[in-house]
């Protein structure tokens, strides 16, 4: 593993305005010193804006507080000579890539969506990230000096702000526990064959990991993709079951849960992706050369999740629980006459389940956050921002 000290660095973060962007942001000006971050994000519409705009003006007061090298770019990640043009003006030498197309059953109804997002997307941000190569590539030759009267080496050119740039050096993306389908055996590990999505969204999240290998081996990107297991937390996706389910308790709706409640989740607190994340970040696969003297791919996958599947209707139960603590809903609402026990939905799956070992062997770290820690906060938080 080659580490890299994330100090001063100029890191793009895709989705920025999103969930876990928007946490990862915040978390990278707190405790990085120096800093850069250009936040792309295009603001869509999947779920309440309110929410991205509130993430965004969160970010805005650490910046300020800080007084930290930021940008903010709504703009699609589809749109290639948007991404072509960041990539030579800001010179990222981190790329973590957690913009997408989120939800399992709203690629059933709006496929296209995550064919854009996904694919495309994705693609462009790797060919961006080859191609960041091509000045280091001129720069072996020796261009200008910088500001100190170096001359670029080889594999290093002079960047537009005058300091060294190598190109790339660790690309980082979102993939998803649910490149796993209906695979029985538990818990899921990074091991096993993936070849069987039951969603397209799945199938977009292991062709992205495809892809990132492809471009590891042809162009020795370093890349690490991060199978996140059903992130959670305040400010979260409304279309995720515990923010989905307050939303219709609070209106006198009735909530359906799938698979009679016999469903299991492997919740993870959002912290813990982000440390997870930030983790990763500092530690690129290395760059080795095979015996065909051909780049080996500097290429990893990792589980984050919290090992600790849980049923969903214990999950109900907690939830319920520490909405009445947080005076979401009145001590007296009667919780049963607002359920329903409805069959499994066409895309979803039974049980998640991660195994994160090679996570703690690698970077010494494995989510914790107990579920009823993690959703007292989501409570605490939805108060404060809905009621």
Not at 306 to 320: A, T
């Amino acid at each position: 593993m080659e580490k890299i000290d994330l100090r001063g660095k100029r890191i793009l973060v895709t989705g920025g305005a999103g969930f876990i962007g928007s946490y990862l942001i915040l978390e990278l000006l707190r405790t990085v010193e120096g800093v850069k971050i250009l936040n792309l994000d295009n603001v869509n519409d999947y779920y309440d804006v309110s929410i991205k705009e509130w993430r965004l003006s969160e970010i805005e007061k650490e910046v300020a507080a800080r007084k930290a090298e930021y940008e903010f770019v709504k703009g699609d990640l589809a749109d290639q000579a948007l991404i072509n043009e960041l990539f030579a003006r800001f010179q990222p030498e981190i790329v973590v890539n957690l913009a997408a197309q989120a939800g399992v059953r709203y690629s059933i109804t709006n496929p296209e969506a995550y064919l854009k997002s996904n694919l495309i997307g994705f693609y462009n941000i790797l060919e961006a990230c080859r191609h960041s190569y091509d000045g280091c590539k001129a720069g072996a030759e020796g261009c200008k000096a910088d500001a100190e009267g170096r001359k670029a080496g080889e594999n290093e050119a002079i960047g537009t702000n005058g300091s060294v740039y190598r190109g790339v050096e660790h690309l980082v993306y979102a993939s998803s526990s649910s490149v796993y389908g209906s695979n029985k055996k538990v818990p899921y590990s990074t091991d096993d064959k993936v070849d069987n999505p039951v969603s397209l969204y799945a199938a977009t999240k292991k062709s992205n990991e495809l892809l990132a290998h492809s471009y590891s081996k042809l162009y020795n990107i370093p890349s690490t993709g991060l199978r996140f297991f059903t992130v959670y937390g305040p400010a979260g996706r409304p279309d995720m079951a515990y923010f989905g389910f307050t939303n219709k308790l609070i209106k006198g709706q009735t909530i359906q849960i799938f698979n009679y409640g016999n469903c299991k989740r492997d919740f993870t607190y959002v912290d813990d992706i982000v440390e997870g994340v930030k983790r990763v970040m500092a530690g690129a696969p290395e760059k080795k050369t095979g015996e065909d003297g051909l780049p080996v791919p500097p290429y990893a996958v990792y589980n984050i999740g919290n090992q600790n599947p849980e049923n969903l209707l214990d999950f109900v139960d907690i939830l319920q629980q520490e909405l009445l603590r947080a005076g979401v809903l009145p001590e007296d609402y009667d919780f049963e006459a607002h359920k329903e026990l409805v069959p499994m939905q066409p895309g979803d799956v039974p049980v998640t389940f991660a195994d994160c070992e090679p996570l703690l062997r690698d970077y010494g770290f494995c989510p914790k956050t107990s579920l009823r820690e993690g959703l007292r906060r989501f409570a605490e938080w939805y108060k404060g921002f809905y009621c």
